[in-house]
């Protein structure tokens, strides 16, 4: 069993940098941890994903350059660091996990899709004001 928990988010300006943390508690060898997002009134879509093994990681073509996932291992937590904020990364941001995943599963885009995670948790919300 997995919890998670996300936080970090709020209420910024066009510009502005954000640092988005999720606290994890269990077992997390053999792991990736995703973040995806819903902006409102739209799907959740894929944002990057990190191997808990080998901090491999993978990102939508859309975030590159802008976003880093990141992990701590002794602190079990996942970070996305968000900079150059824009009022399109409005979106409430959600941590995954999927359990017994490879490194393998980066390549053709598996990790982009929410039926390969196991546990989610509640989200945090991003609103960037123009």
């Known amino acids: 069993q997995v919890q998670l928990v996300e936080s970090g988010g709020g209420l910024v300006q066009a510009g502005d940098s954000l640092r988005l943390s999720c606290a994890a508690s269990g077992r997390l060898s053999n792991s990736a941890l995703g973040w995806f997002r819903q902006a409102p009134g739209e799907e959740r879509t894929f944002v990057a994903a990190?191997?808990?093994?080998?901090?491999?990681?993978y990102y939508a073509d859309s975030v590159k350059g802008r976003f880093t996932i990141s992990r701590d291992s002794a602190r079990n937590t996942v970070y996305l660091q968000i900079n150059m904020l824009k009022p399109g990364d409005t979106a409430v941001y959600y941590c995954?996990?999927?359990?017994?995943?490879?490194?393998?599963?980066?390549?053709?885009?598996?990790?982009?899709?929410?039926?390969?995670?196991?546990?989610w948790g509640q989200g945090t919300q991003v609103i960037v004001s123009s």
């Open positions: 990190i191997s808990w093994n080998s901090g491999a990681t």
């Open positions: 995954a996990a999927a359990i017994g995943f490879h490194d393998g599963q980066f390549q053709g885009g598996a990790m982009s899709y929410m039926t390969n995670y196991d546990y």
